[in-house]
């Protein structure tokens, strides 16, 4: 199993190498810059559905869509740019409206954020999949295998770790800027070639009318473009040093690259007239009408599936991170602290997996069902975060702080408004879930936290008076046998180590069986006696849980006994299935059995290892 495992993510790094495995500005870009650079294709998408069923009235008002979106986008990169230097250890949301705002609205920042994570995930595969569908339509029928089979592979490449999945993102990253530009660029020059087309001739008939209520709908739509800009922050850290610095560079550069990439094939959709068919998503109708269909039109829309796919991997650098820093803090189960073989947050990374993969299966591989759900954490952490850089600024001061608080006073009224105008326009079409997963999060972080605490209460020795030095009298030990052999003789051979009062029991499931036992435990038993306990239901556990409680309320030493357990341990995995796990339930049971006389009954278990 090691082995596999070692082929598939690589042998164990040493934590020495942790400092080695951070991103310069090139590979960062690649690893956070997917989802937001990619975002495209679903908000196109996602806009054109809004607009197309108020006909060419409702695709005339893409392009103005397409600039509020862009000043929307301006206005967040801006203030993100601003909470890099000041939150350098990573944490985006979460750090800025937990030290400003309070733990509260840190929780919930938080909370939005894991949400939209396992979204980003779910949506970039399931958008990805109908890319290259639409150039090759007979893959449509399988679109949640070919998710769940990226999924798996975007996986495997993030726990290889940082470098290598950096590395490995950068291909198709810089592939689709790549096609995607050239693409924008040769668009420009036959819109600068040839006169502007008219939905009038290209729109599909109307089937609503065009209301300032349509437009605000295609707009929140839309703005699950703006999703992606949060994950640098988050990710600041993972950055060479000095972090932040390199942080904010790459955050410019992706904005700038976004922008572009948005408004240019907005703007060329709108320009020639553009329309998508019902099984054609409307970048690849961009593509064909500004290519042909053609060896390139399959390149860019191969490209336009690749980003997708590796844009789940702005989700594996993010969700993992913040739910180490959550960890931290108690609020998550500590497992999610700590780094794996090869340096990063494995248990995090196998956790956003499981649930994009539920999510997938339950929306059928559909992007377009997963939408609704996309944009109200997203916007709701964007308007913590802003807000609380305010409070910040408001305290810490320092230079031109007024104008800083400005700039993030702006990202914050721009993301308020936006948060109102998607969670309204959505919330009948999915968002209410989003509503309603948020409390149950926080409530899930107050559980868990609270359960730590309870630990370190029961746990501390703080004001604990140290107990008298007492002379130790050997333990009563219980042995539990299912008959006489190797492995029952060497745990019994353990017992008589440790105490002079030991029992074995054997209980006796078919009359008659226990004959047979005591022939031969008068071999092998060296000495010990053997008690035999009746079980006419054919139960185990449940009799020799009565035989305990009777044999420790009869000693008066007010001392429960100790159990040890003889089993045997197959040498392959499979071969478990093949034996009752008798002493795996007696352990079960015995642990979660409360405290005899207010002590705690010691479980020993003697493996005896089987060599074939």
Same mark, same amino acid.
């Given at each position: 199993?090691?082995?596999?495992?070692?082929?598939?993510?690589?042998?164990?790094?040493?934590?020495?190498?942790?400092?080695?495995?951070?991103?310069?500005?090139?590979?960062?870009?690649?690893?956070?810059?997917?989802?937001?650079?990619?975002?495209?294709?679903?908000?196109?998408?996602?806009?054109?559905?809004?607009?197309?069923? /108020?006909?060419?009235?409702?695709?005339?008002?893409?392009?103005?869509?397409?600039?509020?979106?862009?000043?929307?986008?301006?206005?967040?990169?801006?203030?993100?740019?601003?909470?890099?230097?000041?939150?350098?250890?990573?944490?985006?949301?979460?750090?800025?409206?937990?030290?400003?705002?309070?733990?509260?609205?840190?929780?919930?920042?938080?909370?939005?954020?894991?949400?939209?994570?396992?979204?980003?995930?779910?949506?970039?595969?399931?958008?990805?999949?109908?890319?290259?569908?639409? /150039?090759?339509?007979?893959?449509?029928?399988?679109?949640?295998?070919?998710?769940?089979?990226?999924?798996?592979?975007?996986?495997? /490449?993030?726990?290889?770790?940082?470098?290598?999945?950096?590395?490995?993102?950068?291909?198709?990253?810089?592939?689709?800027?790549?096609?995607?530009?050239?693409?924008?660029?040769?668009?420009?020059?036959?819109?600068?070639?040839?006169?502007?087309?008219?939905?009038?001739?290209?729109?599909?008939?109307?089937?609503?009318?065009?209301?300032?209520?349509?437009?605000?709908?295609?707009?929140?739509?839309?703005?699950?473009?703006?999703?992606?800009?949060?994950?640098?922050?988050?990710?600041?850290? &993972?950055?060479?040093?000095?972090?932040?610095?390199?942080?904010? *560079?790459?955050?410019?550069?992706? /904005?700038?690259?976004?922008?572009?990439?948005?408004?240019?094939?907005?703007?060329?959709?709108?320009?020639?007239?553009? &329309?998508?068919?019902?099984?054609?998503?409307?970048?690849?109708?961009?593509?064909?009408? &500004?290519?042909?269909?053609?060896?390139?039109?399959?390149?860019?829309?191969?490209?336009?599936?690749?980003?997708?796919?590796?844009?789940?991997?702005?989700?594996?650098?993010?969700?993992? *991170?913040?739910?180490?820093?959550?960890?931290?803090?108690?609020?998550?189960?500590?497992?999610?602290?700590?780094?794996?073989?090869?340096?990063?947050?494995?248990?995090?990374?196998?956790?956003?997996?499981?649930?994009?993969?539920?999510?997938?299966?339950?929306?059928?591989?559909?992007?377009?069902?997963?939408?609704?759900?996309?944009?109200?954490?997203?916007?709701?952490?964007?308007?913590?975060?802003?807000?609380?850089?305010? &409070?910040?600024?408001?305290?810490?001061?320092?230079?031109?702080?007024?104008?800083?608080?400005?700039?993030?006073?702006?990202?914050?009224?721009?993301?308020?408004?936006?948060?109102?105008?998607?969670?309204?326009?959505?919330?009948?079409?999915?968002?209410?879930?989003?509503?309603?997963?948020?409390?149950?999060?926080?409530?899930?972080?107050?559980?868990?936290?609270?359960?730590?605490?309870?630990?370190?209460?029961?746990?501390?020795?703080?004001?604990?008076?140290?107990?008298?030095?007492?002379?130790? *009298?050997?333990?009563?030990?219980?042995?539990?046998?299912?008959?006489?052999?190797?492995?029952?003789?060497?745990?019994?051979?353990?017992?008589?180590?440790?105490?002079?009062?030991?029992?074995?029991?054997?209980?006796?499931?078919?009359?008659?069986?226990? @004959?047979?036992?005591?022939?031969?435990?008068?071999?092998?038993?060296?000495?010990?006696?053997?008690?035999?306990?009746?079980?006419?239901?054919?139960?185990?556990?449940?009799?020799?849980?009565?035989?305990? @409680?009777?044999?420790?309320?009869?000693?008066?030493?007010?001392?429960?006994?100790?159990?040890?357990?003889?089993?045997?341990?197959?040498?392959?995995?499979?071969?478990?299935?093949?034996?009752?796990?008798?002493?795996?339930?007696?352990?079960?049971?015995?642990?979660?059995?409360?405290?005899?006389?207010?002590?705690?009954?010691?479980?020993?278990?003697?493996?005896?290892?089987?060599?074939?």
């Amino acid at each position: 199993m090691h082995t596999i495992l070692s082929l598939l993510i690589g042998p164990p790094l040493p934590t020495q190498r942790l400092a080695g495995e951070r991103l310069n500005k090139i590979r960062a870009l690649a690893a956070f810059s997917p989802d937001a650079l990619s975002s495209i294709a679903y908000a196109n998408q996602e806009i054109f559905l809004g607009l197309a069923v /108020a006909g060419a009235a409702g695709l005339a008002y893409s392009l103005p869509i397409g600039l509020v979106i862009v000043g929307i986008l301006a206005a967040v990169a801006l203030s993100y740019a601003q909470t890099l230097p000041a939150y350098p250890g990573g944490g985006g949301s979460y750090a800025v409206a937990r030290d400003n705002l309070g733990q509260g609205i840190g929780l919930l920042a938080a909370s939005c954020l894991l949400i939209d994570y396992v979204l980003t995930a779910a949506v970039s595969l399931t958008a990805g999949v109908a890319a290259i569908a639409s /150039a090759f339509p007979a893959l449509w029928p399988y679109r949640i295998e070919l998710a769940l089979t990226f999924l798996v592979l975007i996986t495997l /490449a993030n726990l290889r770790g940082l470098r290598e999945s950096g590395t490995l993102m950068a291909i198709p990253v810089y592939l689709f800027l790549v096609s995607y530009l050239a693409m924008l660029a040769v668009g420009l020059i036959k819109a600068l070639l040839s006169s502007p087309g008219s939905f009038s001739a290209t729109a599909p008939a109307a089937t609503e009318s065009l209301t300032t209520w349509l437009v605000l709908h295609a707009l929140a739509a839309g703005c699950t473009a703006l999703t992606g800009i949060e994950a640098i922050s988050n990710g600041v850290p &993972v950055f060479r040093p000095p972090e932040a610095k390199n942080a904010a *560079r790459t955050l410019v550069v992706m /904005a700038l690259l976004m922008g572009t990439l948005f408004l240019g094939s907005i703007g060329l959709t709108q320009y020639f007239a553009v &329309v998508a068919g019902p099984d054609e998503t409307i970048l690849s109708a961009l593509v064909r009408r &500004v290519l042909g269909t053609n060896v390139l039109y399959v390149i860019v829309q191969t490209a336009t599936l690749l980003i997708l796919v590796v844009a789940a991997n702005t989700s594996f650098a993010g969700f993992p *991170r913040l739910a180490s820093i959550l960890a931290q803090d108690g609020y998550a189960p500590r497992q999610l602290s700590f780094l794996g073989d090869r340096l990063v947050f494995s248990n995090g990374m196998l956790l956003l997996a499981g649930l994009a993969g539920v999510l997938i299966l339950a929306f059928n591989g559909d992007s377009h069902a997963l939408i609704p759900l996309f944009a109200v954490g997203v916007f709701l952490a964007f308007t913590l975060s802003q807000a609380g850089m305010v &409070v910040h600024w408001l305290r810490v001061r320092g230079p031109a702080w007024k104008l800083k608080a400005a700039i993030n006073g702006i990202g914050a009224l721009a993301t308020t408004m936006t948060l109102g105008v998607v969670l309204i326009s959505k919330f009948t079409e999915g968002a209410w879930l989003v509503v309603l997963l948020i409390p149950l999060l926080l409530l899930a972080f107050h559980t868990v936290k609270e359960h730590y605490r309870e630990v370190a209460r029961e746990l501390t020795l703080h004001n604990a008076v140290p107990e008298a030095t007492m002379p130790l *009298r050997s333990p009563r030990v219980v042995l539990p046998i299912s008959g006489v052999h190797r492995g029952v003789v060497e745990a019994l051979r353990y017992a008589r180590s440790i105490s002079d009062r030991v029992t074995a029991v054997y209980v006796e499931i078919n009359p008659g069986d226990a @004959d047979r036992i005591r022939q031969q435990w008068e071999k092998w038993g060296q000495g010990v006696p053997l008690v035999v306990v009746p079980s006419p239901y054919r139960s185990i556990v449940g009799p020799l849980l009565e035989y305990l @409680d009777r044999l420790d309320a009869e000693s008066g030493d007010g001392q429960p006994a100790s159990i040890l357990l003889p089993e045997f341990v197959p040498a392959r995995w499979w071969q478990f299935l093949l034996h009752n796990q008798t002493a795996w339930l007696l352990k079960l049971a015995l642990l979660y059995r409360r405290r005899r006389f207010g002590k705690v009954r010691a479980i020993i278990d003697i493996p005896w290892y089987l060599r074939e």
